[in-house]
DNA sequence: ATGACGGAAGTTTTCCGA
């Protein structure tokens, strides 16, 4: 069994408290961090080490930055995307080696799996500079991905999207037409992550009806449940059948100061190929 | 109601997020 989880913390320095603090009674093999909004020299890798982690960093001053935390040392580190020119740091990549399961054969070695993780732009509004950036990202990252998922079929690509599949994953879908996160031109590049050989984890299996993973701080969001699907977890064609379960765990955001971002796990099991 | 809330920079107000 591996647990795998993405999490954007709206700031590593106000949440390393409460990421411990998740980590600590939902221990996970990898789990991917967005938005430190910290430089690497800030970076709390000695509290993750304390707590039995790994990290690997990408971090700038104030705004954007993505981390991995697991049990397993990253190999393979790979910064943002090979091939797209960026001065933001969005992407961090790595590969982790998997346990040999309970049923694996003596000539196993187990597998290792290859995990990106990723903060994708917002895009602001359509129709401007930020946005024409989010879709070139978009396709820059597609791009990328397809080689990178010959090289390594066991992947997975999980983080903040910052876009919706469809209007399931947004609490006013009249309201927030065409709106960011919920335009054609986006959903039109999640889509092609998909058709690339990548399964939503989340809709593999039943949920609860209005599940969310970001509600806005302002005007009671979250009690309100006025939130947006924006977080996810997709699996490559060979991992497929190992998914054992996708959740998406709200409890960190009923804590003091939270993230307006709430954490998506995935659970794969062992099975031999 | 081009707002609210929250974080960072940095000092008082602005940018940004989603």
Request: some cysteine.
């Amino acid at each position: 069994m591996m647990k795998l989880a993405t999490w954007n913390v709206n700031s590593l320095t106000v949440r390393l408290p409460q990421v411990l603090d998740w980590l600590g009674t939902h221990p996970v093999d990898v789990l991917a961090l967005q938005e430190l909004k910290m430089t690497d020299d800030k970076f709390p890798h000695a509290a993750f080490k304390a707590a039995g982690y790994h990290s690997v960093c990408f971090g700038q001053k104030t705004y954007n930055g993505v981390a991995l935390i697991s049990r397993a040392p990253a190999q393979q580190v790979e910064r943002n995307i090979p091939g797209f020119t960026d001065d933001m740091a969005r992407v961090i990549s790595a590969t982790f080696a998997r346990e040999p399961g309970p049923t694996a054969t003596a000539d196993d070695t187990g597998q290792t799996i290859r995990v990106v993780g990723a903060y994708f732009p917002n895009g602001q509004e359509p129709g401007s500079d930020k946005f024409e950036y989010k879709l070139a990202w978009l396709k820059g990252l597609r791009a990328w991905l397809r080689a990178e998922m010959v090289n390594h079929p066991h992947l997975v690509l999980m983080g903040d999207y910052n876009i919706t599949f469809d209007d399931a994953d947004v609490w006013d879908p009249e309201g927030m037409r065409d709106q960011i996160h919920c335009t054609d031109e986006e959903r039109y590049e999640l889509n092609a992550l998909i058709t690339l050989g990548l399964h939503d984890a989340h809709r593999l299996f039943a949920q609860p009806p209005k599940s969310y993973s970001w509600w806005d701080y302002r005007d009671f969001g979250f009690r309100r449940n006025h939130g947006m699907r924006i977080d996810h977890i997709l699996i490559s064609n060979a991992l497929k059948p190992q998914v054992s379960a996708c959740w998406i765990d709200k409890t960190p955001r009923k804590n003091e100061r939270p993230s307006d971002h709430a954490p998506v796990v995935v659970e794969l099991v062992w099975r031999p190929l």
